[in-house]
């Protein structure tokens, strides 16, 4: 998920410490709770391989249909610039744009949406620059999400640090600051510049390719600035750059499920990631990461493999929220409880067929404030 | 030079799959691609030290359970970040349809 980074530096001073270096980081090292040992689900090996199995063809499918609309809405709102009936256009392309690519991003990060890697390779550059992601910096980001996933101090992508700021996160539906802060990232990779959590998390020797990158997405997005000031219209800025403003609310009305309201410090993906239902749009535009503990506990599956694997694990899961909607409703009050105390989080509840939760790391979260 | 070590029979390992070796306090992948040949590595991921056999045994690759990156299982190399380190191999070979590897 977006929006962690910068968060951090913009904390009322009483929150807790999520930076990468500070004493949470060390209490975690010390505690046990970095690069530990994670509960998983059993699942035959047969059943996994099959799982796995990487295939070109569903990727194909949705890339060319997701470039398809990209186009077709692009021109639809150049063609009817100026009137109100291009509002339709942009309101698709920017979802397309500003949302759809952070799944992109996502799984081709992970190497599972294609067989083919320089496939995943080439969509994950194009979705970066869409979300405004260093690609090399959110690749070694989203690894030590995975390994060490909302544990306070050392995962650099916990979307909602307690006690939550909710103003900022409804803001962030429209991309502010958001993407403001994305891009002074990119501008100071860009000057070869790295935050302490950044190289905490980025070995020296991929910095380089860090900084190229940050300098190409820099420099389109400046060119597209230029653009838009020369000829005096936004269709510049409509098609590069702002849907990340005014099309990114789908990432992040999806984004903030994943761990929102749940557990920290705990080494059970049942209870500090969130699965549930949703319509089949929003699984296309997010690529069904809505099974959302089904991939922490198998980032190998990809996407299209998710619902088979939440169908094959749900007897161990916690149930999965029902709606969009039902998931908010348990969200939302457990962040408007954590403004005030930061301990508290949503209990998850497991089936009677699933395997108990190992209660020494269950009771973890509300003691470390 | 070092002795032979029976690991399985060729055929407790699928074609294009590994299987967890523990032998001498020590952790191994034992692979066998698709043509038959068996090869050994390492264990444990050069990156964070997840064991391999868990993983996706795709052509001549093995993809790391954790984090997806990749090893040239054949000669040890990294492929994809966040895998940076070798992995190390040792000569692994079939007798009577015994796989067996030189440690
Ligand atoms: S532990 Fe193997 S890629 Fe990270």
């Known amino acids: 998920m977006t929006l962690a980074d910068t968060d951090r530096h913009s904390r009322p001073r009483a929150a807790r410490d999520y930076s990468l270096t500070g004493p949470q980081a060390r209490a975690a090292i010390e505690t046990g709770l970095a690069s530990a040992e994670w509960y998983h689900s059993d699942i035959p090996r047969k059943a996994m391989k099959d799982l796995m199995r990487r295939k070109d063809g569903p990727a194909l499918r949705d890339t060319a249909l997701w470039i398809g609309l990209l186009i077709l809405s692009a021109l639809g709102g150049i063609a009817t610039w100026g009137t109100w009936a291009t509002v339709p256009f942009w309101a698709v392309y920017g979802v397309l744009y500003g949302s759809a690519c952070d799944s992109r991003w996502h799984e081709c990060g992970h190497g ?14 194009l979705a970066s620059f869409m979300v405004m992601r260093n690609p090399t910096s959110w690749r070694w980001s989203h690894a030590r999400h995975h390994t060490d996933t909302i544990i306070v101090g050392r995962d650099p992508e916990i979307a909602l640090m307690r006690p939550p700021n909710l103003a ?5 539906f429209i991309g502010i600051p958001d993407v403001f802060e994305q891009f002074w990232i990119l501008a100071r990779n860009a000057a070869g510049r790295f935050s302490a959590d950044e190289r905490d998390y980025i070995p020296e020797s991929e910095r380089p390719k860090a900084i190229r990158w940050a300098r190409v997405f820099v420099a389109i997005h400046l060119a597209a600035v230029a653009g838009a000031l020369a000829t005096g219209s936004l269709l510049p800025l409509m098609l590069i750059g702002g849907p990340r403003i005014y099309g990114c609310w789908h990432m992040v009305m999806t984004g903030l499920l994943q761990h929102g309201g749940l557990a920290e410090n705990v080494l059970d993906h049942r209870l500090n990631s969130r699965s549930l239902h949703m319509n089949p749009v929003s699984r296309w535009i997010y690529w069904n990461m809505n099974y959302h503990v089904e991939h922490h506990m198998f980032p190998m599956v990809p996407y299209h493999a998710l619902p088979r694997l939440h169908a094959l694990i749900k007897h161990d899961l916690p149930p999965a929220n029902s709606s969009l909607l039902d998931a908010y409703r348990e969200m939302i009050p457990a962040l408007i409880r954590q403004r005030h105390a930061p301990g508290h989080h949503i209990p998850k509840a ?15 979260d509300g003691e470390r404030q | 030079m ?36 068996v090869y050994c590595t390492d264990g444990l991921c050069t990156h964070e030290q997840v064991h391999l056999a868990d993983g996706l045994v795709m052509d001549d690759t093995i993809e790391c359970p954790k984090h997806n990156g990749r090893f040239n299982y054949k000669t040890g190399a990294p492929l994809r970040s966040p895998v940076c380190v070798a992995l190390a191999t040792y000569p692994a070979r079939v007798v009577d349809g015994e796989v067996e590897v030189q440690l």
């Open chain 1, 112 to 125: 599972t949406a294609f067989r083919t890697s320089w496939m995943n390779d080439a969509v994950y550059v």
């Open chain 1, 168 to 172: 900022r996160k409804s803001l962030a």
């Open chain 1, 350 to 364: 497991l089936p009677p067929t699933a395997q108990p939760f190992r209660a020494e790391f269950h009771a973890l």
């Open chain 2, 2 to 37: 070092a002795d032979w070590t029976r690991v399985c029979a060729l055929d407790d390992i699928d074609e294009e799959d590994v299987i967890r070796f523990d032998h001498d306090g020590r952790t191994f992948a034992v692979y066998r691609d698709l043509d038959g040949g």
